[in-house]
């Protein structure tokens, strides 16, 4: 495991980040849980990370809309990181920011990403794999064509992209 603080700076903008969900204590973790189980997906959640003013932020479709969280709060639990070595295009960024507190989060859309394939997204109702193919792929990065976390990792991984997981203390 490498600890957040230590390992903070390999992070680029336009990476992938991923998250393994294994909680099942509230109405919100059974949600979760329940379109992981549907989509056989082993990582519950994808974003890109965002680099700016020496802060690290991930943005992401999660409920009720997209939105951009700072890293420093994932890593208590944990999370995936992928090195895509693909800046952000400013066509890429300028869309993934107007989205941010509009584009809505579609529980619908994560349950229906196993069942169809992309193009999808037009109607800017995300799940979070669909909104960060969508995003990366005005930089010219390929993540598939099916919209689920394992499905947009397993991709990244078929282009030859290590995935690490990072976590265990959160920088102050």
Same mark, same amino acid.
């Given at each position: 495991?490498?600890?957040? =603080? /230590?390992? @903070?700076? @390999?992070?680029?903008?336009? +990476?992938?980040?991923?998250?393994?969900?294994?909680? !099942?204590?509230?109405?919100? +973790?059974?949600?979760?849980?329940?379109?992981?189980?549907?989509?056989?997906?082993?990582?519950?959640?994808?974003?890109?990370? !965002?680099?700016?003013?020496?802060?690290?932020?991930?943005?992401?479709?999660?409920?009720?809309?997209?939105?951009?969280?700072?890293?420093?709060?994932?890593? @208590?639990?944990?999370?995936?990181?992928?090195?895509?070595?693909?800046?952000?295009?400013?066509?890429?960024?300028?869309?993934?920011?107007?989205?941010?507190?509009?584009?809505?989060?579609?529980? !619908?859309?994560?349950?229906?990403?196993?069942?169809?394939?992309?193009?999808?997204?037009?109607?800017?109702? !995300? =799940?979070?794999?669909?909104?960060?193919?969508?995003?990366?792929?005005?930089?010219?990065?390929?993540?598939? /064509?099916?919209?689920?976390? =394992?499905?947009?990792? @397993?991709?990244?991984? +078929?282009?030859?992209?290590?995935?690490?997981?990072?976590?265990?203390?959160?920088?102050?």
């Amino acid at each position: 495991m490498n600890a957040y =603080s /230590d390992y @903070r700076s @390999r992070i680029k903008s336009g +990476d992938l980040i991923a998250l393994t969900h294994y909680k !099942w204590t509230s109405w919100y +973790d059974l949600q979760v849980q329940a379109v992981r189980v549907f989509t056989q997906s082993e990582y519950s959640h994808v974003g890109i990370a !965002w680099e700016i003013g020496g802060r690290l932020f991930l943005i992401e479709s999660v409920a009720p809309f997209v939105r951009i969280t700072p890293m420093s709060q994932l890593a @208590r639990d944990g999370f995936y990181h992928v090195p895509l070595d693909v800046p952000i295009s400013d066509a890429e960024l300028e869309f993934a920011l107007a989205e941010v507190g509009t584009g809505a989060y579609s529980k !619908w859309e994560s349950v229906l990403a196993k069942l169809r394939r992309l193009p999808i997204g037009a109607n800017h109702a !995300w =799940s979070c794999a669909e909104f960060t193919i969508w995003c990366r792929a005005l930089s010219g990065v390929h993540l598939g /064509d099916v919209a689920t976390p =394992s499905a947009v990792v @397993r991709s990244a991984q +078929d282009q030859g992209r290590p995935v690490y997981f990072v976590g265990g203390e959160v920088t102050p």
